[in-house]
């Protein structure tokens, strides 16, 4: 749709730029309704912030899966969670034939949308087809991002749907489904070549099966593992076996000095569920629309890793604060994108209040004093909170934390919070509904003197 006025309550700081939340947001077409929350056809959601107005617009992603939905009135492409039987030999020649050139897997890019640093906009989700770039004023779908390395091919049809994005360059992986490992690799702001390319050994990781396609197995005796890479030679410095765990959000890593000043081990913070892989079960959406006032997901903390770098062979998991800070729940978190890397104090991410652990409230987690701030309003269910820091600011925390709310009663709003208070600065209500999402991204008005950047 076209973008349109919306209405802005309270008086937010010079906030000039767009917000863009990706996430699914179609899970019915034609007769055909999907079940699992990650199969829902990507719908983008923008908000512009300009000299104290503010201007809305959602728009669903022209992707292959969605196009040849509508037009055939159901899926045509595997969605995350379906699995279709074969029926007949030829069924199942054709559908082994599918899955391998890629033709029936899904390019439905619900997932992130990171800014390339170019000016394009990417879209993505798990598969590499689904690189959709997209107009980020209209929302529209321009095009498949094609990549010039030749990195990939049939068995890396797989990638990362949370590459780590700077303002220079994006990396990420990209398993191997025939043979354990991964390929990690680097794309250099406006450019479509992916360098640096390094067989990861991946030979202890938990194990992912190419088939079935989109199905996990857990395999603890494999042992859990992490490994620690140079940035700048791809040459691997640490390999060790942690705790087993179960993440999907990673928040931040860093080095962490001993007393003799040298690097002496490798901090890594993420939302963890106590290494329960229930989680990619819970999130169908019958447990996620009635989710009332019990626990429907796995309990899950701040976990923090310490690897170590002097060669010992076992790395450490504990938690970072006191999980009842934020109601045992915690996922899609963002911090300040200045302190990616390096060591840091505030992390923002859906908590929840008791007494249920779904992800309903924005919580702001203070890992020097291990506390948590949290807003919440009843029945609404945000998304992940994303932190724009303000022009010149010093403070780590010094900005605004943006939100996409899905509230009580069919409602759809932007929530601007004051990082620092975690207060309410401004709401701006969308004239219909909005569905839940997941990732979004910041793109400055660089017309603007004194924009959030
Ligand atoms: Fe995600």
């Not at 719908?43 to 992603?61: E, K, M, Y």
């Not at 903390?301 to 604060?321: C, N």
């Amino acid at each position: 749709m076209a973008s349109r006025i919306l209405t802005l309550r309270g008086a937010p700081k010079p906030l000039n730029g767009t917000y863009i939340r990706n996430g699914p947001g179609l899970w019915e077409v034609g007769g055909s309704a999907f079940h699992h929350l990650f199969d829902g056809y990507a719908t983008l959601v923008r908000v512009s912030f300009r000299q104290g107005r503010a201007t809305g617009a959602h728009r669903q992603i022209e992707s292959d899966a969605y196009v040849s939905a509508v037009a055939s009135g159901g899926p045509v492409l595997r969605e995350f969670s379906q699995c279709p039987k074969p029926g007949s030999l030829l069924d199942r020649v054709s559908n082994v034939v599918g899955i391998v050139s890629g033709a029936v897997i899904t390019d439905n890019a619900n997932s992130a949308v990171p800014p390339l640093g170019d000016g394009r906009v990417l879209c993505l989700t798990e598969t590499t087809k689904s690189s959709v770039l997209v107009d980020p004023e209209t929302l529209a779908t321009v095009g498949k991002l094609k990549h010039a390395d030749g990195l990939g091919g049939m068995m890396m049809m797989i990638q990362s749907a949370h590459p780590i994005v700077t303002e220079s360059e994006i990396l990420t992986m990209l398993p191997d489904l025939a043979r354990r490992g991964h390929l990690v690799v680097r794309m250099a702001a406006g450019s479509d070549e992916r360098k640096m390319p390094l067989r990861y050994s991946a030979s202890s990781l938990i194990k992912c099966e190419p088939a079935p396609y989109y199905a996990f197995e857990w395999l603890p005796a494999y042992g859990s593992y992490m490994h620690v890479m140079c940035r700048s030679t791809g040459k691997t410095v640490a390999s060790v076996e942690v705790p087993p765990f179960m993440v999907m959000h990673y928040i931040n890593a860093y080095e962490e000095k001993g007393l003799d000043g040298r690097a002496a081990r490798v901090i890594v913070d993420c939302c963890e569920h106590y290494g329960d892989p229930s989680i990619v079960e819970t999130l169908v959406l019958h447990r996620l629309r009635s989710f009332g006032d019990k626990d429907v997901l796995p309990n899950a903390r701040v976990g923090r890793f310490r690897i170590p770098l002097d060669g010992s062979p076992f790395g450490e998991l504990d938690t970072a604060l006191d999980p009842e800070e934020h109601g045992r729940g915690i996922d899609m978190c963002s911090i300040n994108p200045a302190h990616l890397g390096k060591r840091y104090r505030y992390a923002y991410a859906c908590g929840a209040r008791r007494p249920c652990n779904f992800p309903n409230t924005l919580t702001k987690i203070d890992l020097a004093e291990k506390t948590a701030k949290n807003w919440h309003e009843v029945g609404a269910v945000p998304s992940e909170p994303f932190f724009v820091a303000r022009p010149g600011a010093t403070d780590e925390d010094d900005g605004v934390v943006i939100s996409i709310v899905s509230a009580l009663g069919g409602d759809g709003y932007a929530l601007v919070l004051d990082a620092a208070t975690f207060q309410e600065i401004a709401r701006v209500r969308f004239p219909y509904g909005l569905p839940c999402g997941f990732h979004g991204c910041w793109i400055p008005d660089k017309t603007l003197p004194g924009r959030f950047i």
